[in-house]
């Protein structure tokens, strides 16, 4: 998180939130090329990489875009614009929990994964809305 709050300063936040989105993406990616199974030995020591991506991404959500909501909303919106955030990262978990308990498990990892790989894509350019 330090280190990325100095990249932030020194590039943008803008590109920072950019990296937490191919971070989140590069999740899903690894898993629609690669399945995990007992034949490649679930990734072995590359277990590490989608590990490392979550990671990043998670310090970009914790950080980064807990900055940007501060920026855009000072003051008394600030309340609201942080209990918004709370409320769509506890919506995002219901619903994956949802859906892994009612897919059939033959789909279950394929539509999880276009469904992440659809949210991080949005990442960048919904903030630049």
Not at 2 to 22: E, P
Not at 76 to 102: D, V
């Amino acid at each position: 998180s330090i280190s990325l709050d100095a990249l932030a300063q020194r590039v943008g936040k803008g590109l920072v939130l950019g990296l937490g989105g191919f971070c989140f993406a590069g999740i899903p990616l690894s898993v629609l090329v690669v399945q995990p199974s007992a034949a490649n030995g679930f990734w072995g020591i590359w277990l590490l990489v989608p590990y490392v991506f979550q990671g990043l991404g998670r310090s970009v959500y914790e950080g980064t875009n807990r900055a940007v909501f501060a920026d855009f909303f000072r003051g008394e919106q600030g309340t609201g614009a942080f209990a918004n955030c709370m409320m769509q990262s506890g919506s995002a978990f219901f619903t994956s929990f949802l859906l892994q308990s009612t897919l059939p498990p033959g789909t279950c990892d394929r539509v999880m994964a276009y469904s992440v790989l659809a949210i991080a894509a949005l990442t960048a350019p919904a903030y630049a809305v």
